[in-house]
């Protein structure tokens, strides 16, 4: 079974500069996350879809963050403009729908805001 | 506000040595509980949970965690560690507030020595 895909694996750029990443998720998984781990620090929950609704964006900071699962597949995450508080590991995961299921992740995109 | 407390952010231990690594949490209702591990320069990977049931459950590699209710903990546990158990271990707590989402620890970095 192929895992989760994000592209690219690092990014860097400058502060104001803006920056896309990519998930691809297990296939058949209905719930894809977002999640942001900044270093020392457990993975943060920024978005949750199911297929192509929001679940939980309460934690999505929605001036310069968004992100889209248009067709309930794949995901991109947009920061725009970057700050440098943004340097971070983005984490996709995916699951099966609801209680009593796990998530499984990808490599992650490690951005880094100069 | 839900949270996920983990004791200890570093460890170090011998070859051979027990490992207790403590995890609590806050939220009176149903959960999922998780604990993942991170090796160096690999995506998190799953290494137990609990849906329900007989709260003592046993993971990959030998590693074993017991929920107490009562107490809002599962801890994470292994008799005799290994070199290569080096890697940040992260309690996780799937929870429903509405929809269902996970929530991470801030994770503990244990490093055995040969």
């Known amino acids: 079974e192929a895992g989760v895909a994000q592209s690219p694996r690092y990014k860097i750029i400058e502060k104001r500069q803006s920056v896309a990443f990519w998930c691809n998720p297990i296939s058949g998984h209905a719930t894809l996350y977002w999640y942001q781990q900044i270093l020392g620090q457990g993975p943060k929950l920024l978005i949750q879809?199911?297929?192509?609704?929001?679940?939980?964006d309460s934690q999505l900071p929605k001036d310069r963050f968004s992100a889209e699962r248009l067709k309930g597949v794949d995901s991109t995450l947009k920061i725009q403009p970057a700050k440098l508080e943004d340097s971070a590991v983005y984490l996709c995961?995916?699951?099966?729908?609801?209680?009593?299921?796990?998530?499984?992740f990808g490599q992650g995109t490690r951005l880094t805001v100069v | 506000a839900q949270s996920v407390s983990q004791h200890n952010h570093h460890v170090i231990l011998s070859e051979a040595a027990s490992l207790e690594l403590g995890c609590n949490y806050s939220?009176?209702?149903?959960?999922?509980l998780f604990w993942y591990v991170q090796y160096p320069g690999q995506h998190l990977q799953l290494l137990l949970k609990y849906f329900s049931g007989d709260p003592l459950v046993k993971g990959i590699k030998g590693f074993e965690a017991e929920f107490i209710k009562s107490k809002f903990s599962f801890n994470l546990r292994k008799p005799s560690v290994q070199w290569s158990d080096t890697a940040e271990y992260f309690c996780?707590?799937?929870?429903?507030?509405?929809?269902?989402?996970?929530?991470f620890g801030a994770g503990t970095r244990l490093f055995v020595k040969a």
């Open positions: 879809f199911q297929n192509n609704g929001v679940v939980d």
């Open positions: 996780a707590v799937g929870l429903v507030t509405g929809g269902f989402k996970t929530i």
């Open positions: 995961a995916s699951s099966w729908v609801g209680l009593n299921t796990e998530a499984f």
């Open positions: 939220y009176g209702g149903t959960v999922n």
